[in-house]
């Protein structure tokens, strides 16, 4: 019998969080400026809840233009402070600031390695620890948890879904590469 995730079983089928849960989470994600999304995103829930970050997503892409990289990779500090002024979307400078570097990071890893899915497929398959350490290495504001959710997200990493869940099936057909967290 096909459930969902306990953390949507009882959601309504137009709550923003299923809606997610049904068509993105754990499902492969091959553009850049979605990849480079769910990483931001996954950035800005840090110590926050999921369901805040759905609510404010359309908020955090017109702030955000879109989460195209290269527009936010020459942000300058006027358009810091306009950002912290956008009661849209979570105003934390520190965020904020990352997001701008990390966008100056993915060109610089699309430059060596065609795109960001060429970069996660060129290191696929590690365990969460050594894709932090990766991560580290490029980004900022990227600790373990962020890293576990976000490689959940684009199906790099096994966990979006209970093997029951209705969307389990669909993002392994859809091309999940998931492996354990461990392995």
Not at 62 to 81: G, P, R, S, V
Not at 147 to 161: T, V
């Amino acid at each position: 019998m096909s459930t969902y995730c306990h953390f949507t079983e009882k959601l309504p089928s137009d709550n923003l969080h299923k809606k997610h849960h049904d068509e993105e989470y754990g499902f492969p994600v091959h553009e850049d400026i979605a990849i480079f999304e769910r990483l931001c995103l996954e950035i800005f829930q840090a110590g926050l809840s999921w369901n805040l970050i759905m609510q404010k997503r359309s908020n955090f892409n017109q702030a955000f233009d879109h989460f195209n990289f290269e527009k936010i990779a020459l942000y300058d500090d006027t358009k810091k402070m306009q950002l912290m002024e956008n009661a849209g979307i979570i105003r934390s400078l520190k965020k904020i600031e990352a997001i701008i570097y990390n966008a100056q990071q993915a060109i610089k890893i699309i430059a060596e390695y065609g795109s960001l899915e060429s970069f996660l497929n060129h290191h696929h398959p590690l365990d969460l620890k050594s894709w932090t350490l990766l991560f580290k290495k490029h980004f900022k504001f990227i600790g373990t948890e962020v890293m576990n959710e976000f490689l959940m997200s684009i199906g790099y990493l096994k966990g979006a879904h209970h093997e029951q869940c209705i969307a389990y099936q669909k993002s392994i057909s859809s091309g999940a590469k998931w492996v354990s967290s461990t392995e």
